[in-house]
C-alpha cells in the first residue's frame, strides 16, 4: 500500500512569490490534515479536512495560507505571498474515519522543505 | 489549549544502555498519548501509543508509561541499537479533540556503537 506522499519533496522560493504543496493521502482516508515544523520547534496542527471539507483550521497562521481539498482526494496548501517565517517543513497526514472519542493512527507523508529568501 | 513539553532535546548513550524521554502536557482532557520516530531524511513514524485507560504498554524493546494524575508520559527503549537514532516526538490531542495532536519538540536520540 503506497503511504503518504508530497509534492515537491524542497522548494526555494524569494520572498512575495507563490508556493503550492500538494499532498495525496492514502487511498480511502477520509481525514487529512496538514501540519508545519518551523526549525528546532515543535510539529504544529495547521487544519484538518473530511473528505472535502474543512472540519477546523484553527492552526492556519494568516490568510496568506489556502488549502483546499477538492474532491475530497489530495489536497494543496497554498502560501502567497511566501514571508521568511513561513520557511519550516510542511507536513501532511492522513487517518482513516474518526468515531467519536477513539483515535486513529495518522499517516505522515515525508514532507515538503520550503525555504523562503 | 494543550501545550506539551518534551525533555531532554538531545540525548546520547552507547549501544546497550536504554533510553527515557520524557514528555508533559497541560489538558486534563487529553486521553490519547502517541509517540512518532523521524528518521534521518524520512517521515515521522508512529511507534508506539497509549489511551489513558491504561498506566503502562510494552512492544519489544519499547515502553511507554502513563501517569495522569500528574500529567507525564514517557517513552522508554532498552538495549538500544544505533538504528535507534533518530528524532522523538510526543504528542497529545488538543482540547479533548480526537484528531488535533500537539507535539513535543522533539529529542534527537544518538546511540553509539
Known amino acids: 500500500e503506497a503511504g503518504v506522499t508530497q509534492f515537491p519533496s524542497h522548494s526555494v522560493i524569494e520572498k512575495g512569490q507563490t508556493v503550492t504543496l500538494r499532498c495525496d493521502p492514502i487511498s480511502g482516508h477520509d481525514n487529512l490534515y496538514w501540519y508545519r515544523r518551523v526549525m528546532g520547534k515543535e510539529i504544529k496542527f495547521l487544519l484538518h479536512?473530511?473528505?472535502?471539507?474543512?472540519?477546523?483550521e484553527s492552526g492556519m497562521p494568516n490568510n496568506r495560507f489556502l488549502a483546499e481539498r477538492t474532491g475530497g482526494t489530495y489536497s494543496t496548501l497554498k502560501v502567497q505571498p511566501a514571508e521568511l517565517e513561513d520557511s519550516g517543513v510542511y507536513f501532511c497526514?492522513?487517518?482513516?474515519?474518526?468515531?467519536?472519542?477513539?483515535?486513529?493512527?495518522?499517516?505522515f507523508g515525508p514532507g515538503t522543505r520550503l525555504t523562503v529568501l | 489549549g494543550e501545550n506539551v513539553e518534551q525533555h531532554p532535546s538531545t540525548l546520547s548513550v552507547q549501544e546497550g544502555d536504554s533510553a527515557v524521554i520524557k514528555c508533559t502536557y497541560s489538558?486534563?482532557?487529553?486521553?490519547?498519548f502517541p509517540w512518532y520516530k523521524q528518521e534521518l531524511g524520512k517521515r515521522p513514524q508512529l511507534i508506539i501509543d497509549?489511551?489513558?485507560?491504561?498506566g503502562e504498554k510494552k512492544d519489544q524493546r519499547i515502553a511507554v508509561t502513563l501517569n495522569k494524575t500528574a500529567k507525564h508520559f514517557s517513552l522508554h527503549i532498552t538495549e538500544t541499537q544505533p538504528e535507534d537514532s533518530a528524532v522523538y516526538f510526543c504528542a497529545a490531542p488538543k482540547g479533548g479533540s480526537n484528531y488535533k495532536l500537539t507535539f513535543g519538540k522533539g529529542t534527537l536520540l544518538t546511540v553509539n556503537p
Open positions: 497526514a492522513s487517518s482513516q474515519d474518526l468515531a467519536t472519542w477513539s483515535y486513529n493512527e495518522q499517516f
Open positions: 479536512f473530511v473528505k472535502e471539507s474543512k472540519q477546523d
Open positions: 497509549i489511551r489513558s485507560n491504561v
Open positions: 489538558d486534563s482532557a487529553s486521553n490519547y
